[in-house]
C-alpha cells in the first residue's frame, strides 16, 4: 500500500491527459497548443491541462513491483486546483482524489479510495485511504534465516483497511503537525504446513488499529520531481487493544530527503530513512528495506536502514538521465543472537519533463539488486510524497 501512493498521485495527471486527447475529436486538437504543449519551446507539456478543472476522467497506471509482478491500476481521478494561489516552496498543493481497483501477474488484486485534500487556505491537510486487497507475497524470514533465502514460503496477505489522517501546518512556516488513525483486519494464509522451518508465528485472523502522531518539515520546490528543498518527517505508529487492536506495538519512522542544485543541468537528492518496531507486531508491520532493486518486504526486521543517492542531468531540451544507487539494512534482535541482513542496489533511468510549471517528470528506471534486475515506470521522483 505505501509504495502506491507515493508514485500514484503524479501517474494519474499523466494518465488523466492521455485519456483526454484520445477523446474530444476535432475540438481536443485545437486545445493541443494551449493546454499540451509550453509556449516557451513548443514542446508536449501537460502544465495548461492541470491548472483548468475537469471531472472525472479514466486512466491505466503501470505496476512493475517485483514482489508482486507486473500488473496495472485501473482507476477514476478527480483532479482540483488549491484554492490558495500561493506558489511558494511547499506551498500550493493540488488537491486529489482517486478511486480504483489493481491486478497483477502473480494474482494480487485489490479496490481503494484515495483522497489528499488542502482545506482552510492551506493551514489544514487531509489524507484518506480506504483499501480491499488481497496480496501475494513471498516471506524470506525475520533477520537471517538460511533455510528461506532461497526457497521463500509463499503466503496470501488480505487487507481491509481504512486510514483518516489530518495535519495542520504551523504558523506560514514549512513545518506541519498531525494526526491520524488506522484500522485493518487482516487474513493471513501460508501454503506451508504447520512445523516448516522458517514459518512465523501468526494469526489467521487479525485486527490492527492504531494512532499516528506525524511532524513533518517540507520545503520542496514540487511534490513531484523536486531540483531543491527538504522533506523531514518523524512518525509513530501506536497501537494497542484500546484503539482496537489485537495485539500492543508500536514502530518509529524518520525519513529525511534533501535536493541539491548544482547547476542549471544538474541535480542531486538524497534519501535516508530508519524505522524501527517494539512490541509484538504481526510479522507483516515489521519495517522493510524499500529501494529500487530490492523487492519489497524482502529484507525485514526490527530495525531497518537506508541511504539512497540520485544524480539527474538534463542532458537535452526536457530529456535528462538518472543514475542511483543505494545500500539498506536489517536488523532482528532473536535473544539468542543478533541477526543483520544487508543489501545494495543501483541503476540507470530517463526522465521527460512532461510539466514545466509543476516540476513534474516521467520516465524508465532499470535496477540491479542481489535478487536480479527490475525495472521501474516512474510519473515524478521514485522517492515522492504528496
Known sequence: MSALPRRGLASLLFCA??????????????????RFRAAEDGQFDISGFI????????????????AVGIGAVGAAVFIDKPATADT???????????????????????AFVADVRHWLDDRLKTVAVVMKSSVNLDFYGLGRVPEL????????????LAMLQARYRLGQSPWWLGLGYTRANADVSFDAPAGTPGLPDFSKNSKIGGLLPVLSYDSRNSPFTPTAGSLLELGLGAFNKSLGSDSDFKRYSLTGIHYVPL??????????????????????????????????????????????????????????????????????????AESKREVLAGGLGIRYELARKYGLHMGLDIARGPDGNAFYINFGSAWMRP
Do not use: C, H, K
Open 17 to 34: 491527459l492521455l485519456a483526454l486527447t484520445l477523446s474530444g475529436g476535432a475540438r481536443a486538437e485545437e486545445a493541443m497548443d494551449s
Open 51 to 66: 491548472d483548468q478543472a475537469y471531472g472525472f476522467v479514466p486512466l491505466v497506471v503501470p505496476i512493475t513491483e517485483p
Open 88 to 110: 511558494r516552496a511547499g506551498f500550493g498543493r493540488p488537491n486529489i482524489t482517486a478511486v480504483g481497483a489493481l491486478g497483477t501477474e502473480n494474482g494480487t488484486r485489490g
Open 149 to 160: 533465502q532461497d526457497s521463500p514460503l509463499a503466503y496470501t496477505l488480505g487487507i481491509e
Open 263 to 336: 547547476s542549471q543541468s544538474w541535480n542531486l537528492g538524497v534519501l535516508g530513512s530508519a524505522s524501527a518496531l517494539q512490541g509484538d507486531a504481526p510479522f507483516y508491520m515489521y519495517p522493510f528495506v524499500m529501494m529500487r532493486g530490492v523487492p519489497a518486504m524482502r529484507y525485514q526486521g526490527e530495525q531497518v536502514a537506508q541511504l539512497e543517492a540520485e544524480l539527474r542531468w538534463q542532458f537535452w531540451q526536457r530529456y535528462s538521465l538518472v543514475i542511483f544507487g543505494g545500500g539498506g539494512a536489517a536488523r532482528l534482535d532473536t535473544g539468542r
